[in-house]
Nanobody, 116 residues
């Protein structure tokens, strides 16, 4: 059974930092592209960042320079380091694992709230 379990969300003040973790089980983690998505109230889910099995990274424009995605294959865990957080970053953040041709798995989500 595949499981992706996110952790690390919470309430943080503007300008603060959080690190999200996504622990995977039931998959050959090193073979998967890992991604972080987010969904704010009333908005569609959007892609935030991805890291390929080779370690290639990509970011949504609004988080470039503030967020860093990484992975630790030995621990089957992906991370999202979020710095200089803004109110617009408030959302539920979801972990995603994807492998060609059609293997896609989601975590349950973790709430990130940026507010003073």
């Amino acid at each position: 059974q595949v499981q992706l379990v996110e952790s690390g969300g919470g309430l943080v003040q503007p300008g603060g930092s959080l690190r999200l973790s996504c622990a995977a089980s039931g998959i050959i983690f090193s073979s998967y592209t890992m991604g972080w998505y987010r969904q704010a109230p009333g908005k569609q889910r959007e892609l935030v960042a991805t890291i390929s099995s080779r370690g290639d990274k990509s970011y949504e424009d609004s988080v470039k320079g503030r967020f860093t995605i990484s992975r630790e294959n030995a621990k089957s865990t992906a991370y999202l380091q979020m710095n200089s957080l803004k109110a617009d970053d408030t959302a539920v953040y979801y972990c995603n694992a994807k492998m060609w041709p059609s293997y896609i798995y989601w975590g349950q989500g973790t709430q990130v709230t940026v507010s003073s």
